[in-house]
């Protein structure tokens, strides 16, 4: 695979996807039992926004510049920890990833795998993680390591994020959901895809809620522009399944702000099943 994130590290659509996790880990810790959360392509943890990657495509800077510039209420988690990732500087130039916010929102009792598949990503995430309680890091395929890493009768989360540059990236996902609520019922997941035409998003929706039947799914969208050019990422989409109630009016909140202004963007947040 040749996909790196840190290309489009704090672009709009980690702005989404880290708004939505950070709500969705505090409305699962509500509940006082421990968490096992499992990120199944973690990526490097954090990234650097001023090398040449990040540089290069230039999307941090309509992303999470633009939030940190206004600061708004609708983003106040995710800003607050990007302002710990960056020591409190006006301007940030680290991005703080899945692992690092998760790591950092772990409670006593709480635990984290964090999987990726690249050997050198693996080496900067197992560095960012290092010595934190709870927290290992595993360098492999996160599809096939979820749902041996579960715990079958706790209160799970696991986290799918793949770069979709394998054909059977949507078939993966919706079969380990499949998997994994038939073995632990009570496991929740965030889910991130990219928006590229609506043949394929509602496709991949459809088998999803085959494979999750009856556990319900809430969907967010962040429409950028009009589905129509299915070689272009027009924008991007999670779908949370056994979410706590609660959760649509804030992220609905988080993709009205990162969409606002945008010409043809709209954001959507809905339940399916």
């Given at each position: 695979?040749?996909?790196?994130?840190?290309?489009?590290?704090?672009?709009?659509?980690?702005?989404?996807?880290?708004?939505?996790?950070?709500?969705?880990?505090?409305?699962?810790?509500?509940?006082?039992?421990?968490?096992?959360?499992?990120?199944?392509?973690?990526?490097?943890?954090?990234?650097?926004?001023?090398?040449?990657?990040?540089?290069?495509?230039?999307?941090?800077?309509?992303?999470?510049?633009?939030?940190?510039?206004?600061?708004?209420?609708?983003?106040?988690?995710?800003?607050?920890?990007?302002?710990?990732?960056?020591?409190?500087?006006?301007?940030?130039?680290?991005?703080?990833?899945?692992?690092?916010?998760?790591?950092?929102a772990l409670r006593p009792g709480d635990t984290y795998l964090a999987c990726e598949m690249q050997a050198d990503e693996h080496a900067r995430l197992a560095e960012v993680l290092g010595g934190r309680p709870g927290v290992r890091s595993l360098c492999g395929d996160g599809?096939?390591?979820?749902?041996?890493?579960?715990?079958?009768?706790?209160?799970?989360?696991?986290?799918?994020?793949?770069?979709?540059?394998?054909?059977?990236?949507?078939?993966?996902?919706?079969?380990?959901?499949?998997?994994?609520?038939?073995?632990?019922?009570?496991?929740?997941?965030?889910?991130?895809?990219?928006?590229?035409?609506?043949?394929?998003?509602?496709?991949?929706?459809?088998?999803?809620?085959?494979?999750?039947?009856?556990?319900?799914?809430?969907?967010?969208?962040?429409?950028?522009?009009?589905?129509?050019?299915?070689?272009?990422?027009?924008?991007?989409?999670?779908?949370?399944?056994?979410?706590?109630?609660?959760?649509?009016?804030?992220?609905?909140?988080?993709?009205?702000?990162?969409?606002?202004?945008?010409?043809?963007?709209?954001?959507?947040?809905?339940?399916?099943?």
């Open positions: 695979m040749n996909y790196r994130h840190a290309f489009h590290a704090g672009n709009f659509a980690d702005l989404v996807k880290h708004a939505a996790l950070l709500r969705l880990l505090d409305a699962l810790q509500a509940d006082q039992a421990p968490l096992r959360v499992i990120d199944t392509h973690a990526g490097s943890g954090l990234y650097d926004l001023h090398g040449p990657q990040a540089q290069r495509s230039g999307e941090a800077q309509a992303g999470v510049v633009r939030m940190m510039a206004a600061r708004p209420d609708a983003l106040n988690d995710l800003t607050q920890a990007v302002a710990t990732a960056n020591d409190g500087a006006a301007e940030p130039w680290l991005y703080p990833g899945s692992p690092w916010l998760i790591a950092r599809f096939a390591e979820a749902a041996r890493a579960l715990d079958p009768k706790g209160r799970n989360l696991v986290v799918i994020d793949p770069p979709f540059e394998k054909a059977d990236d949507y078939d993966r996902i919706a079969i380990l959901a499949g998997e994994v609520l038939a073995r632990a019922p009570r496991t929740a997941f965030l889910i991130w895809l990219p928006l590229k035409d609506l043949e394929t998003f509602d496709a991949f929706l459809r088998d999803l809620e085959d494979a999750c039947e009856p556990a319900p799914l809430l969907v967010v969208e962040a429409r950028m522009r009009p589905l129509g050019d299915p070689m272009k990422m027009n924008g991007c989409a999670l779908v949370l399944i056994n979410s706590p109630e609660g959760l649509e009016a804030p992220l609905q909140a988080a993709a009205d702000w990162v969409t606002a202004g945008k010409p043809g963007a709209e954001a959507r947040v809905w339940s399916l099943g």
